[in-house]
């Protein structure tokens, strides 16, 4: 019994330590970020969001923060805008806490144990001044126009300022914009006035052309039933005439008289189509100035957005030119280099050539000196003999076209006229001599002397 009693203490202990550490440990559902505070060991608070961390009992505590979102209704009156020009926005906003770690941190530092309805009250505080903000800096135009940027600014600046307090904006609904002044109904009423017009324009051109398809239909008509009666009457009249000449009288008294009943007939629709035209053209005439003015607008319109598409068009084509100018110069530097290459490769291929060439001339060079007996000049005479032949005719093309009708020698009566010539020829030409000399070659002495 002795023993069992402390092992129950041991038991119970443990059992009450493992249920305290059980206590402790905290999860943390999908739609709330758990905070702990106290002494974390980093920041002023540590965040978890779906997940679940133990706390440390004396030293640290917790809390939660709801994620679920939050509506506000924010009903904006008198706000300036940049014309000065005072609107109402009534609007819907959707908050909440943000999960991201920077926004749960500063939700854990701003509105920790606040309540929904604070939470709220702060942050339709906060939008209101924003979009105060917002509509200061737009006209009444872009804001009844372009909701689209105004929500775009809306969501920038509200969005900033709320993520400061750790809270995320979800969704923004402007449901009007109204001013008190009827701004923004009269841009409507002239939309509207606009559309008429055009719309009138139109109707207008179609009764034109139905007037003048009836126009011509009526003339068509008149014609041939004024064709059909003349020749009706002519036909009455030709019998008349050929059954009694003594009608003939009548006849054209009657004639003359459905011919002057024609020419008032016709000159009172001739007068009555003239009205008719003359009221057709004035209303023409406003529809025209209508649709001039409209054309005005679209043409305004239409110039604006070409110049925008030329600016982007113009942005396109640069850099494609600079794209082509780059391919290009990358084609070049590979052409230059595949050039290079072609041309290294035929010098070497030249060179090797030489250099087979040179070495062929120097071992029969070297081959000539040996059957010299070792005598270099020898070599070079017997090379020199190898082209005699080709040096004199050479030197007998030079000279074949000359033509001499007779050579004569004076002499001093010594007998020696022919050979003294020939002597002080040979002598008389410095290249010639010092050739003959430099290869070895001997002339005879009569020559030479």
Same mark, same amino acid.
């Given at each position: ?37 106290? $002494? ?52 819907? /906003? ?69 993520? $400061? ?34 719309? $009138? ?97 679209? $043409? ?109 020698? /004076? ?39």
């Amino acid at each position: 019994m002795s023993i069992a009693l402390p092992i129950l203490v041991v038991i119970a202990l443990f059992l009450m330590l493992l249920w305290f550490f059980i206590s402790r440990y905290r999860r943390c559902p999908s739609d709330k970020i758990l905070v702990i505070y106290g $002494k974390t060991g980093k920041g002023s608070a540590n965040c978890i969001h779906g997940g679940a961390a133990f706390v440390w009992p004396v030293i640290q505590d917790y809390q939660y923060l709801d994620l679920q979102p939050m509506s506000i209704d924010v009903n904006l009156q008198d706000a300036l805008s940049k014309q000065n020009i005072r609107v109402s926005v009534p609007a819907q /906003f959707t908050v909440a806490i943000g999960n991201e770690p920077a926004l749960m941190q500063a939700a854990a530092e701003r509105v920790l144990g606040m309540s929904k309805d604070s939470i709220r009250s702060l942050s339709h505080d906060i939008i209101m001044g924003q979009m105060r903000l917002v509509i200061a800096n737009m006209d009444i135009e872009e804001l009844n126009s372009d909701r689209d940027k105004f929500v775009t600014a809306v969501y920038e600046h509200v969005g900033d300022e709320l993520h $400061k307090i750790g809270l995320s904006l979800i969704n923004v609904n402007v449901t009007d914009i109204h001013d008190e002044s009827g701004y923004i109904k009269a841009l409507g009423q002239e939309a509207a006035a606009k559309a008429i017009n055009e719309a $009138k324009v139109k109707v207008a051109r179609e009764e034109r052309t139905g007037a003048i398809g009836q126009a011509e239909a009526d003339k068509e008509r008149r014609t041939q039933v004024a064709a059909a009666n003349s020749a009706a009457e002519i036909g009455e009249k030709n019998a008349q005439a050929d059954a009694t000449k003594g009608k003939n009288l009548a006849d054209v008294q009657i004639a003359l008289s459905d011919t002057d009943r024609r020419q008032k007939v016709a000159e009172a629709n001739k007068n009555a189509e003239v009205t008719e035209k003359t009221a057709e053209a004035e209303a023409q005439k406003a529809a025209y100035r209508a649709q001039t003015e409209a054309e005005e607008a679209r $043409k305004e319109r239409e110039l604006a957005a070409r110049r925008a598409n030329e600016v982007v068009q113009s942005q396109i084509d640069k850099e494609k030119t600079v794209i082509a100018a780059e391919a290009e110069a990358e084609r070049n530097r590979k052409v230059a280099e595949g050039e290079a290459s072609a041309v290294l490769a035929r010098y070497q291929a030249e060179a090797e050539g030489l250099r087979k060439v040179l070495d062929a001339q120097a071992a029969g060079f070297q081959k000539l000196v040996d059957a010299a007996d070792g005598n270099p000049q020898a070599a070079i005479g017997l090379l020199l003999v190898d082209k005699i032949p080709q040096l004199a005719k050479t030197q007998a093309d030079a000279i074949k076209n000359i033509k001499f009708d007779k050579i004569t020698v /004076f002499d001093g009566g010594d007998g020696q006229g022919a050979s003294g010539f020939l002597s002080g020829l040979f002598k008389s030409i410095p290249a010639l001599s010092e050739f003959m000399n430099q290869s070895g070659l001997n002339l005879p002495e009569y020559l030479a002397k």
